[in-house]
Structure formats: structure tokens, C-alpha cells
């Protein structure tokens, strides 16, 4: 079975530029999750998709970041107009239910450099 | 408001030695504990969990961790380390039941020595 699969895997842009992240989740699971490593920090939550919805967003960081999830399947993580600061690792997780008793499991990530 | 410290970015064991990586939590509500390690150029993996009952974890890989609410602890511990185990080390804590969202401590890397 195919695990959490994201594109691309590196992505290098100039600060102004639009960048669009993918996050394909195992088939079947409803809950997609978006984090974000920025360098030498810890991993934070951005947003939680249940099925097509945003169940929580809170941790989005500013309106220049879009996320989408189109019939429920993959997602997309569109930052417009990126900023020097939005460099970092992208992390998608899925999971097939909530509770917290069921395991995420985790994309290789996107690392995106603006400069 | 959840959060996780892991003491010590870099840790080094020699190969054969005892893997001890610390984490403390603090949560409100009775905790989801996590290990995630992520091995270079690869994804995030579980390690271990916990969530309700016994409160010494197995995990993969001889890992395991031992749930201690008095100390609000959640320290991973492994007896004798190889040099497989060289990565870096997530403990997470969410709130369970109340909500998926999972708050990663900054991580350590863990280095094998020969």
C-alpha cells in the first residue's frame, strides 16, 4: 500500500513567486494534516482537513497561505506571494479517524527555499 | 495551551551503550504521548505511543518510553544502541479524543559513535 506522498520534494523560488505544494494521503483516510519545520524549530500544525472540510486552520500562519481539498482526496498547499520566512519543511500526515488513538502517518515532506 | 521540551538538541552514544533521549510535557488534559523518528531522507515514523493504560510503552526497533504523570515525563529509552539507530527523535503530545492536533517538541538528533 502507497504511504503519504508529496510534490515535489524540493522546491527553490524567489521571494514574490507562488508556490504550490502537493500531499497525496493513503487511500481511504479522511484526515489530512498539514505541519511546518522551519529551520531549527520544532514541527508546528498548520491545519486539519476532515474529508474536503477544514476542521481547524489555527495554525495557518498568514493569508498568504491557501489549502484546499477538492473531493476529499489530495491536498494542496498554495503560499502566494512567498516570503523568506515561509522557508522550511512541509509535512503532510493522514490518518484513517480521529481520536488520537490511530496513528498519523507522515509524508517524506516538501523542503521549500525562498530567497 | 500544550507544549513538549526535549533537553538536548545533540546527543552521542557510543554504539552498544544506553539510548536515553529526556522529554518533559505539559498538558491540561490527560495526554496522547509520541515518539516519531525521522531517519535521513525519509519521512517521519512512529516510534511509539501512548494514550491509556500500562504506562511503559514498547515501540519498534527496542525502543520504548515510560509514561511518568509525576514528573511529566515521556523519556525514550533503548538499552543498547546501534548504529542504525542515527536520527533525529520527535516527542509529541496531543490531546487525544479532544483534538487530533499533535505538538512536536523541537527534536534531537541522536549520533552513533564507533
Known amino acids: 500500500e502507497a504511504g503519504v506522498t508529496q510534490f515535489p520534494s524540493h522546491s527553490v523560488i524567489e521571494k514574490g513567486q507562488t508556490v504550490t505544494l502537493r500531499c497525496d494521503p493513503i487511500?481511504?483516510?479522511?484526515?489530512l494534516y498539514w505541519y511546518r519545520r522551519v529551520m531549527g524549530k520544532e514541527i508546528k500544525f498548520l491545519l486539519h482537513?476532515?474529508?474536503?472540510?477544514?476542521?481547524?486552520e489555527s495554525g495557518m500562519p498568514n493569508n498568504r497561505f491557501l489549502a484546499e481539498r477538492t473531493g476529499g482526496t489530495y491536498s494542496t498547499l498554495k503560499v502566494q506571494p512567498a516570503e523568506l520566512e515561509d522557508s522550511g519543511v512541509y509535512f503532510c500526515?493522514?490518518?484513517?479517524?480521529?481520536?488520537?488513538?490511530?496513528?498519523?502517518?507522515f509524508g517524506q515532506g516538501t523542503r521549500l527555499t525562498v530567497v | 495551551a500544550q507544549s513538549v521540551t526535549q533537553l538536548g538538541s545533540h546527543v552521542s552514544v557510543s554504539e552498544g551503550a544506553l539510548v536515553l533521549l529526556r522529554c518533559n510535557y505539559s498538558?491540561?488534559?490527560?495526554?496522547?504521548l509520541f515518539w516519531y523518528v525521522q531517519y535521513p531522507n525519509q519521512g517521519l515514523q512512529l516510534l511509539l505511543k501512548?494514550?491509556?493504560?500500562?504506562?511503559l510503552v514498547k515501540g519498534i526497533n527496542g525502543f520504548e518510553a515510560e509514561f511518568k504523570k509525576s514528573e511529566t515525563s515521556f523519556h525514550l529509552t533503548k538499552p543498547s544502541a546501534h548504529m542504525s539507530d542515527a536520527a533525529e527523535y520527535f516527542c509529541?503530545?496531543?490531546?487525544?479524543?479532544?483534538?487530533?492536533?499533535?505538538?512536536f517538541g523541537k527534536g534531537t538528533r541522536l549520533h552513533i559513535l564507533p
Open positions: 482537513f476532515v474529508k474536503e472540510s477544514k476542521q481547524d
Open positions: 487511500s481511504g483516510h479522511d484526515n
Open positions: 498538558s491540561s488534559v490527560p495526554p496522547y
Open positions: 501512548y494514550t491509556t493504560g500500562a504506562t
Open positions: 500526515a493522514s490518518s484513517p479517524a480521529t481520536g488520537g488513538n490511530t496513528e498519523a502517518f
Open positions: 509529541a503530545v496531543s490531546e487525544g479524543n479532544r483534538d487530533d492536533k499533535i505538538i
